[in-house]
Structure formats: structure tokens, C-alpha cells
């Protein structure tokens, strides 16, 4: 069975960093587009990295641009966030995601693209 696990999460203070990573098993994720999603208490799962499996088609919503970078290893089946001066408003249970159909088409920010999902990692920012 595919199973997607987030790691790293925890509690950091503003301004701080932390560095997530999603580990699969069951499949590998080097021909697959990679997404991260987030949830804050009391908002809707929203967007916020998304790499495509070529590695040419990235996005980042505006809200963590300049601050988060998405990357991959391939050859250790892992896509990580770093995550770089965060804000309290970054706190959220963070998801990593998987589109296995190799399809550069659309957007990659859409979360129905998505077949697999990670069970989340908390990240909380304190002020």
C-alpha cells in the first residue's frame, strides 16, 4: 500500500526555521508531481508548494514565496519544505501529496490532482 509520511514538524518561534520532510513507501515518487498543503485551525486546506516530477514546473503560494523552498531526492524517495522565517500564521498541520499520473498539464495547485496524502505533520510558530 502507498503511504506518504510527513516528518519534521514541531514548534519553532517566529522568525525561525524548520525543514519537513514526506517519505514514501510502497511506490517511488521520482515520476510523480509533489505537492504540500497546509490547514490552520479554522481555515480550509490551502496550497502551498508544488513541484512537478521534471523538476521544470514549479509553484509556491504567494503567502510563503521568497520563504519556502520545495525540493526532491530521488534517490532517497523524499521531497522536503524548507521553511524559513516563519510567521505565526504559517502554524497549520502541514500534508504532503503525490500526483502519480505524470501529467504536466493544469494546475498544480489544485488538491483533486492529488491520489496520495500524507497524514500531516504540525508545524506551530510562536510568537
Known amino acids: 500500500q502507498v503511504q506518504l509520511v510527513e516528518s519534521g514538524g514541531g514548534l519553532v518561534q517566529a522568525g525561525g526555521s524548520l525543514r519537513l520532510s514526506c517519505a514514501a513507501s510502497?511506490?517511488?515518487?521520482?515520476?510523480?508531481?509533489m505537492g504540500w498543503f497546509r490547514q490552520a485551525p479554522g481555515k480550509e486546506r490551502e496550497f502551498v508548494a508544488a513541484?512537478?516530477?521534471?523538476?521544470?514546473?514549479?509553484n509556491y503560494a504567494d503567502s510563503v514565496k521568497g520563504r519556502f523552498t520545495m525540493s526532491r531526492d530521488n534517490a532517497k524517495n523524499t521531497v522536503d519544505l524548507q521553511m524559513n522565517s516563519l510567521k505565526p500564521e504559517d502554524t497549520a498541520v502541514y500534508y504532503c501529496?503525490?500526483?502519480?499520473?505524470?501529467?504536466?498539464?493544469?494546475?498544480?495547485?489544485?488538491?483533486?490532482?492529488?491520489?496520495?496524502w500524507g497524514q500531516g505533520t504540525q508545524v506551530t510558530v510562536s510568537s
Open positions: 510502497g511506490r517511488t515518487l521520482s515520476r510523480d508531481t
Open positions: 513541484i512537478s516530477w521534471t523538476g521544470i514546473r514549479s
Open positions: 501529496a503525490a500526483d502519480p499520473s505524470g501529467s504536466l498539464a493544469g494546475r498544480l495547485t489544485l488538491p483533486d490532482r492529488y491520489i496520495y
